[in-house]
């Protein structure tokens, strides 16, 4: 039997589990400092009374295995490491995506909302979601294979068309402008205010006219790059995920026409078969932790 502590670490938070006697625990979420990383693993699995002996860890950066180096923070996570100063058996890692992918087979059916039925004829799929940064993984002849799409820097200057926004050094990567601190930034260039990505998206779905313009343009760049990544891995699954696009679910059944308005038109058959989905659950990390865990010897 395994017993772990499960971690899903982010740019913002940090999130935790614990798996013990096949039980998983209440997760909870708390900030803490790139320096406080490591002691604040050593305090929950002192706080224990039972043997843990794996640490599962996804986090929001490329994965080697061995060690990740986070895109968002100043953190390089060492599997090796870990094992060695917190007296464990093992460490695994994931991408933070690559995690959401796994959770897919330990989620409840409720867990996921129907945006855009179709009829896929493949198992292709693309998880893709907005946050801090912007999480990208695909599923491909059932492999699960990690991106770090988000920090691309080529589609950037036709994505600020849009807005009716000048290119910009502020916009240089994808994630500069699909995320949460890309929301930001987009709404403060062009109305010269800054409002967090929270309030901007509360008001437009308040129908606020500024809001409204800068979230409605942001789902239609954010289907762009959908549509983009559907034609090139011949995707006939969509799951959207994180804290943005759940706010944003009373805009997706329109936005989703961007799907088809964008496309390349030779494709619309590919896109009439598309599917897309909605992932409800708050922390599908620490369940993607969970099933790497359940699949290792």
């Excluded at 790139?34 to 490329?62: H, M, N, R, T, W």
């Excluded at 897919?104 to 039925?117: A, C, M, V, Y």
Aim: proline share 4%; charged share 25%; aromatic share 8%.
């Amino acid at each position: 039997m395994k017993n772990a502590l499960l971690i899903d670490l982010g740019g913002t938070n940090i999130r935790h589990a614990f798996f013990l006697e096949n039980t998983l625990s209440n997760i909870s979420k708390k900030k803490i400092s790139d320096e406080d990383f490591i002691p604040y693993l050593s305090k929950l699995l002192k706080e224990k009374k039972e043997d843990i002996d794996y640490l599962v860890v996804a986090a929001a950066g490329p994965n080697n295995k061995k060690s990740i180096k986070l895109t968002n923070r100043k953190l390089i996570i060492e599997a090796a490491e870990l094992e060695t100063r917190l007296n464990l058996k093992k460490c695994l890692l994931l991408n933070d995506w690559e995690a959401v992918a796994h959770a897919l087979n330990q989620l409840h059916p409720k867990s996921f909302l129907t945006i855009k039925e179709g009829s896929p004829s493949n198992k292709n799929t693309l998880l893709i979601g907005p946050g801090t940064g912007l999480g990208v993984t695909l599923i491909v002849d059932d492999q699960v294979i990690p991106t770090e799409y988000g920090n691309v820097l080529s589609p950037t200057a036709r994505m600020l068309d849009n807005f009716k926004l000048n290119d910009s050094k502020k916009f240089s990567s994808l994630e500069s402008i699909l995320s949460g601190p890309g929301i930001e930034m987009l709404y403060e260039e062009k109305f010269q205010k800054k409002l967090s990505s929270e309030e901007i998206i509360k008001l437009a779905l308040h129908g606020n006219e500024n809001e409204f313009y800068i979230i409605d343009n942001f789902l239609k760049t954010f289907f762009m790059t959908v549509d983009d990544l559907v034609l090139a891995f011949s995707i006939e699954k969509i799951i959207l995920g994180g804290s943005i696009m759940n706010s944003l679910e009373p805009m997706l059944a329109s936005a989703q026409n961007y799907l088809i308005s964008e496309a390349n038109p030779k494709y619309s058959q590919l896109i009439d078969k598309l599917q897309a989905i909605l992932l409800l659950e708050d922390e599908p990390g620490i369940f993607g932790c969970l099933d790497l865990l359940k699949n290792t010897d």
